[in-house]
Protein backbone atom coordinates (compact mmCIF):
# COMPACT_ATOMS: atom_id res chain seq x y z
CA UNK A 1 0.00 0.00 0.00
CA UNK A 2 1.43 3.80 -1.31
CA UNK A 3 1.20 6.51 1.14
CA UNK A 4 1.31 9.78 0.43
CA UNK A 5 1.86 13.08 2.73
CA UNK A 6 -1.02 15.96 1.68
CA UNK A 7 -1.26 19.48 3.18
CA UNK A 8 -4.64 21.19 4.17
CA UNK A 9 -5.32 23.65 6.23
CA UNK A 10 -1.19 24.09 6.61
CA UNK A 11 -1.13 21.18 8.35
CA UNK A 12 0.67 17.55 6.94
CA UNK A 13 -1.56 14.14 6.97
CA UNK A 14 0.29 11.39 5.78
CA UNK A 15 -2.57 9.00 4.09
CA UNK A 16 -2.55 5.75 2.93
CA UNK A 17 -3.96 4.45 -0.69
CA UNK A 18 -3.34 2.26 -3.44
CA UNK A 19 -0.41 2.34 -5.59
CA UNK A 20 -0.42 4.50 -8.77
CA UNK A 21 -3.65 6.16 -6.62
CA UNK A 22 -1.20 8.87 -4.76
CA UNK A 23 -1.47 11.97 -7.26
CA UNK A 24 -5.19 11.29 -7.08
CA UNK A 25 -5.30 11.27 -3.56
CA UNK A 26 -2.83 14.73 -3.48
CA UNK A 27 -5.24 16.81 -6.22
CA UNK A 28 -8.12 15.29 -3.81
CA UNK A 29 -6.74 16.89 -0.72
CA UNK A 30 -5.50 20.17 -3.02
CA UNK A 31 -8.82 20.88 -4.16
CA UNK A 32 -10.66 20.14 -0.62
CA UNK A 33 -7.91 22.40 0.89
CA UNK A 34 -8.84 25.03 -1.45
CA UNK A 35 -12.56 24.65 -0.03
CA UNK A 36 -11.27 25.17 3.46
CA UNK A 37 -9.18 28.44 2.62
CA UNK A 38 -12.12 29.82 0.68
CA UNK A 39 -14.06 28.91 3.97
CA UNK A 40 -11.31 30.48 6.31
CA UNK A 41 -10.93 33.63 3.92
CA UNK A 42 -14.65 34.44 4.27
CA UNK A 43 -15.52 33.41 8.13
CA UNK A 44 -11.60 34.12 10.05
CA UNK A 45 -10.54 31.56 12.69
CA UNK A 46 -14.17 29.96 13.53
CA UNK A 47 -12.13 26.80 14.33
CA UNK A 48 -10.24 23.74 12.74
CA UNK A 49 -13.51 21.15 12.87
CA UNK A 50 -16.09 23.89 11.83
CA UNK A 51 -14.17 24.65 9.03
CA UNK A 52 -13.74 21.18 8.01
CA UNK A 53 -17.41 20.20 8.19
CA UNK A 54 -18.50 23.14 6.02
CA UNK A 55 -15.82 22.46 3.71
CA UNK A 56 -17.49 18.63 4.17
CA UNK A 57 -21.01 20.01 3.83
CA UNK A 58 -20.25 21.95 0.68
CA UNK A 59 -18.55 19.30 -0.96
CA UNK A 60 -21.16 17.01 -0.27
CA UNK A 61 -24.01 19.98 -1.76
CA UNK A 62 -21.73 19.43 -4.71
CA UNK A 63 -21.65 15.92 -5.49
CA UNK A 64 -25.51 16.13 -4.64
CA UNK A 65 -26.19 18.33 -7.26
CA UNK A 66 -23.68 16.59 -9.90
CA UNK A 67 -25.84 13.17 -8.68
CA UNK A 68 -29.05 14.83 -9.54
CA UNK A 69 -27.69 16.11 -13.07
CA UNK A 70 -26.46 12.92 -13.98
CA UNK A 71 -29.59 11.03 -13.25
CA UNK A 72 -31.20 13.60 -15.46
CA UNK A 73 -29.48 13.26 -18.24
CA UNK A 74 -29.81 9.15 -17.89
CA UNK A 75 -33.36 9.99 -18.15
CA UNK A 76 -32.76 12.23 -20.62
CA UNK A 77 -30.71 9.92 -22.36
CA UNK A 78 -33.24 7.07 -21.79
CA UNK A 79 -35.92 8.91 -23.44
CA UNK A 80 -34.22 9.61 -26.68
CA UNK A 81 -33.23 5.99 -27.13
CA UNK A 82 -36.99 5.46 -26.78
CA UNK A 83 -37.95 7.89 -29.13
CA UNK A 84 -35.23 6.16 -31.57
CA UNK A 85 -36.38 3.26 -31.09
CA UNK A 86 -39.98 4.36 -31.74
CA UNK A 87 -38.39 6.21 -35.33
CA UNK A 88 -36.88 2.84 -35.99
CA UNK A 89 -40.06 0.88 -35.51
CA UNK A 90 -42.32 3.88 -37.77
CA UNK A 91 -39.72 3.22 -40.48
CA UNK A 92 -39.82 -0.73 -40.52
CA UNK A 93 -43.64 -0.23 -40.65
CA UNK A 94 -43.06 2.49 -43.76
CA UNK A 95 -40.90 -0.16 -45.49
CA UNK A 96 -43.40 -2.72 -45.47
CA UNK A 97 -46.11 -0.63 -46.40
CA UNK A 98 -44.25 0.89 -49.37
CA UNK A 99 -42.98 -2.81 -50.47
CA UNK A 100 -46.74 -4.27 -50.12
CA UNK A 101 -47.55 -1.06 -52.34
CA UNK A 102 -45.12 -1.89 -54.60
CA UNK A 103 -45.90 -5.30 -54.97
CA UNK A 104 -49.69 -4.31 -55.41
CA UNK A 105 -48.98 -2.15 -58.13
CA UNK A 106 -46.64 -4.84 -60.01
CA UNK A 107 -49.80 -6.87 -60.06
CA UNK A 108 -51.72 -4.38 -61.35
CA UNK A 109 -48.94 -3.43 -64.47
CA UNK A 110 -48.66 -7.33 -65.35
CA UNK A 111 -52.50 -7.23 -65.39
CA UNK A 112 -52.26 -4.14 -67.21
CA UNK A 113 -49.45 -5.67 -69.64
CA UNK A 114 -51.60 -9.27 -70.39
CA UNK A 115 -54.27 -7.12 -71.45
CA UNK A 116 -52.46 -5.35 -73.89
CA UNK A 117 -50.88 -8.03 -75.29
CA UNK A 118 -53.73 -9.79 -75.61
CA UNK A 119 -55.15 -7.21 -77.60
CA UNK A 120 -52.13 -6.66 -79.86
CA UNK A 121 -52.25 -10.56 -80.69
CA UNK A 122 -56.02 -10.11 -81.38
CA UNK A 123 -55.34 -7.37 -83.82
CA UNK A 124 -52.63 -8.72 -85.74
CA UNK A 125 -55.07 -12.00 -85.92
Do not use: P, W
Not at 19 to 39: C, N, P
Request: hydrophobic residues 40%.
Amino acid sequence: MAQVTVTIDGKAYRMACEEGQEDHLTDLATRFDRYVGHLKSQFGEIGDLRITVMAGIMVMDEISELTRRVANLESELEALRGNRDNVLAATARTEESVAAAIVEMTGHIRGITDKLNGRASAELN
